[in-house]
């Protein structure tokens, strides 16, 4: 004879967890301030195209060309110039990481170029920081554009031949904000703090305390148990994605192109999917202090280094893109992502949408299914 | 005695985990408004049982009833009818009394008005005379425990459960928890007691020993003392100037059945007063020497020592 489900129960499950939230400055800290400063943090500092890049330049030919050449890297707004003194070694600036970069003019760049000889300037980066050298090398080869047709025009009154311009343009972030990029993400990553973290913790302490007894001796259903313990955090997560929705478009500007509803739907899988793997591993070990390591681990980390949030999935070694694909976090990003910038609508987004709902089903199965045959006597 | 005032009925119950049998055939019944002791060493099988007659286990074999309800009528029937205290987790402490109490209310569906109302009477019945807001983790030990019970009889059970119940509280407290409980069983209710305490175990009605999984006795502490200890039991207590060897001659002596160490006192087991008589005078000059009643200790270490042997 079983009981039916009781909604009363269930809410009354709920209330308490929202007291044991409210009451411990650790879970309130974590799910109030943790996804505020993730997305500041984030937000603000994560920038691919770094600008204002020091560089020191040591013009030894002190020409009307070799200025002009300053003159591009300045004015590109990617470079911040400071002129080397003589007899300075070329890389002190460099070893006291002083700047990023040294330009070196040899004695002679204009009288090369006068007289149609290969005129060539050097550049010196700090290989030690690979990150910022890549970009920077994506860098020069439209400042030696610019400073060709610059330098050219200064030089000879008669305009020169035109070189072939190319013209890049870049799709969906035509400026390459990094915040466009890395912020529509943040839903990923803040969903996976608050929910696989948090509700990692919730049937532990219960196991932990001995007070899941205590529920199970009275009538109450292991089902209003789980609807019970994870009503709150559902509704943490929806804040979150909305807080987050909104930093983007009225803190960062974020362009949202596509359909609200399937963000907010795409969300919604996410999130339960989230939510069942974080009760999976409380319902698995039972103790919050492994359970929360297991969440971070499982949870977090891979939601920050293996989703594509910040490294690209492209540029891994192949057996981590095959584990990538059994992230919930991965898929959520590609969508979460396209449907902010590039508008996309289910028919293309249909892979990424299907590998989250097949993601969804198999953890939602196993941990009500362990949960059950936990509880059930 | 008729069908109606049995409370708790267990025939040939047996649990099993895998290949290990905590629970092995045990039969017995308890009455209505009996405090009845539940006695054994950790994993004995107590709490095993326990759990079983509250409906958080079901039996590999056999039949429990709790009154009036069965396993097969539905452990959720089941639970309607039971309270259960258990000594590791008695209330939340990040939750206020008034809050604990009416998460249990809403876990049994106990409607408002009589929540309030029963909620009133068990906290007078109780002597509780803090504010309601208070958090637990703000109440001592003892405190704590009573509130506990009064939240694990919200819902007025015929049976109520108390696993260990006053572990780890003042002497005080556990003697006013005692009270609490024979007052209950006086308004009716079935209290089934677990302890480690033997002073505890002299205040119930009946009492069980359980040993690896199976009872091995089950009578009014009276009667356990009575029938375990036939023979007049002794105290002696040597004097610091006891000749060595006495010891010897006491466990040699044909009056004697068994000695047993307590402390710096030794129990003896006598088969022949007059015999040992004549020994103490003879033999046990100096030692003081008093005819005693036996302790429940004294049987549960006979009976568990003669279950081993």
Known sequence: MKQKFNLGRAVAVAKKEVFHVLRDPFTLALAVVLPVLMVTV??????????????????????QASRALV????????????????????????????????????????????????????????GADNSTVGVIIGYLSGIQRAATSKIAKGISSASSERGIGLRTRFLFNSELRSDWFVVPGLAVVVIAILSVLLTSLTIAREWENGSMELLLSTPVQPFEIIVGKLAPYTLLGVGAVIFVYLVARLGFEVPFRGSHLLFFFSSGVFLATSLAQGLLISVALRKQQIAMQVAM????????????????????????RILTSILPAKW???????????????????????????????????????????LEP | MSESQISVQVENLTVKFQEFTAVDRVSFTV???????????????KTTTIRVLCGLLLPTEGRVEVAGVSQDDGIDKMKTKVGYMSQKFTLYNDLTISENLAFTASLRKIPDDIFSARKK????????????????????????????????????????????????????ARARFWGLIQKLAVAGKTMFVTTHYMDEAEQCDRVALMRAGQIIALDSPENLK?????????????????????????????????????????????????????????????????????????VFIRLVEGANR
């Open chain 2, 121 to 172: 009477e068990l906290l007078e019945f109780i002597g509780f005379d803090q504010s309601l807001t208070t958090m637990v983790s703000e109440l001592p030990g003892g405190i704590k425990q009573q509130v506990s019970l009064v939240a694990s009889i919200l819902h007025d059970p015929e049976v109520v459960f108390l696993d260990e119940p006053t572990a780890g509280v003042t002497p005080a």
């Open chain 1, 71 to 126: 003159e591009t890297f300045q004015s590109s707004g990617y470079f911040k110039v400071k002129y080397g003194r003589r007899g300075e070694s070329l890389v002190r600036d460099l070893d006291r990481e002083r700047s990023r970069a040294v330009l070196v003019i040899e004695p002679g760049f204009q009288r090369k170029i006068g007289s149609h000889l290969n005129a060539s300037a050097q550049v010196i980066l700090d």
């Open chain 1, 42 to 63: 984030f937000g603000l500092t994560i920038d691919f195209n770094p600008r204002d890049i020091r560089l020191t330049v040591f013009d030894a030919d002190r020409s």
């Open chain 2, 226 to 298: 009575r029938l375990t200890f036939p023979e007049p039991l002794f105290e002696i207590e040597p004097p610091s100037s006891a000749p060595s060897g006495w010891l010897e001659r006491v466990r040699g002596e044909p009056s004697v059945a068994e000695v047993q160490p307590y402390g710096q006192r030794y129990h003896v087991r006598v088969r022949d007063l007059a015999e040992w008589e004549t020994f103490v005078k003879q033999v046990l000059a100096g030692f003081r020497s008093h005819p005693i009643k036996p302790s429940l200790e004294d």
């Open chain 1, 297 to 320: 681990i499982t949870g977090l980390l891979p939601s920050i280094l293996l989703s594509g949030f910040i490294f690209p999935i492209e540029s891994m070694p192949l057996p981590f």
């Open chain 1, 332 to 374: 959520f990003m590609i969508i979460s992502r396209d449907v902010f910038l590039k508008g996309a609508g289910v028919i293309s987004l249909a892979l990424p949408l299907g590998a989250l709902l097949a993601l969804n089903i198999v953890f939602v199965t196993l941990a009500t299914r362990h949960f059950k045959k936990d």
């Open chain 2, 31 to 45: 009455n209505r408004g009996e405090i009845f002791g539940f006695l054994g060493a950790n994993g004995a099988g």
